[in-house]
């Protein structure tokens, strides 16, 4: 690309010239070598925060929350409206990342969930890992098990405050079923019983009275799957004699799912 002027509006979006902004800090060009877009925070959100009054009263409210800094990148790569994670060796920052520059109001549940993991981790969750001796960087183990945990309370706190968990859980089932049935490896097991377990947990923010079986997705897992319902069953005993809502119980059933499943060799608890 084109060398940017000192007196160029930066490219951050932050509406201030380069050399006050991202000129001054190095920022958006270190970034941007690492393979990263980043943009300003108030840009990302801009629409969200103009249009859509129930994020805003979140935002207002739980932003602060987050004490480490975040950054705010976008892919085009991305298949999901957003995830996030951390930077440095440390994990010292956090970030979150977008298909969007600028985040449209459909996706508004979705950036607050990130927003919301994010300010788990600073209560003091820990998550899980791969152990630095795993080669396999794309395992998506981790993953599985930390939403298993920490997605049921990220959206039980969001349907507080007015989002619509009800149409975003019935748009996320439509899109793992069809995952459901093409994913056969081991791994792909393994995500099969978390997901029975998340979305029980998950549909009890809505009907606290539900069991396990009566959830629509876990009738299709006991249907095509009907060996992995002892794994299942297994944990979600973990979880519910445990607990997730706070930090020590969500760590106890998380070190008690490793220890079940034999994964303590590839799998580390962190704190974030």
């Known amino acids: 690309m084109d060398k940017i002027g000192r007196n160029d509006l930066c490219p951050c979006m932050s509406s201030k010239k380069y050399k006050q902004c991202c000129g001054l800090t190095g920022k958006w060009e270190f970034f941007k070598r690492s393979g990263y877009n980043y943009y300003y925070e108030p840009f990302v959100l801009n629409e969200l925060l103009s249009g859509d009054e129930i ?3 979140f935002y207002r409210s739980e932003r602060k929350k987050i004490k ?16 996030f994670g951390h930077i440095g060796d440390n994990r010292e920052q956090h970030y979150i990342q977008t298909k969007n520059i600028q985040i449209p ?15 788990l981790c600073d209560e003091g969750y820990k998550m899980l890992f ?20 920490y997605d049921p309370i990220v959206n039980g706190r969001l349907k507080t405050f007015g989002f619509d968990l009800l149409n975003y859980l019935q748009s ?5 079923e069809k995952a459901l049935i093409t994913n056969t490896t081991e791994e792909g097991m393994i995500w099969i019983a978390t997901l029975y377990v998340k979305k029980f947990l998950d549909y009890k923010n809505l009907y606290p009275e539900i069991l396990a079986h009566e959830v629509g997705f876990n009738k299709l ?15 979600l005993r973990i979880v519910e004699a ?15 799912t490793l220890d079940c499943l034999n994964f303590n060799h590839i799998l580390i608890l962190l704190d974030v």
Do not use: W
Not at 71 to 78: A, D, G, I
Not at 242 to 256: D, I, K, V
């Open 105 to 119: 109001l459909d996706a508004s549940f979705h950036i607050a969930h990130e927003i919301q993991h994010l300010i």
């Open 68 to 83: 480490k800094n975040v950054l705010f990148f976008q892919s085009n790569t991305m298949n999901s409206s957003a995830s």
């Open 242 to 256: 445990n607990g997730y809502q706070t930090p020590s119980e969500a760590e106890a059933s998380l070190r008690a």
């Open 221 to 235: 897992i006991e249907k095509n799957y009907p060996e992995l319902i002892p794994v299942c069953n297994d944990l």
């Open 172 to 176: 996320g089932d439509e899109v793992q």
């Open 130 to 149: 791969l152990k630095d001796n795993i080669s396999n960087s794309d395992s998506g183990l981790n993953k599985y098990f930390n939403d298993m945990i």
């Open 55 to 57: 994020f805003l009263n």
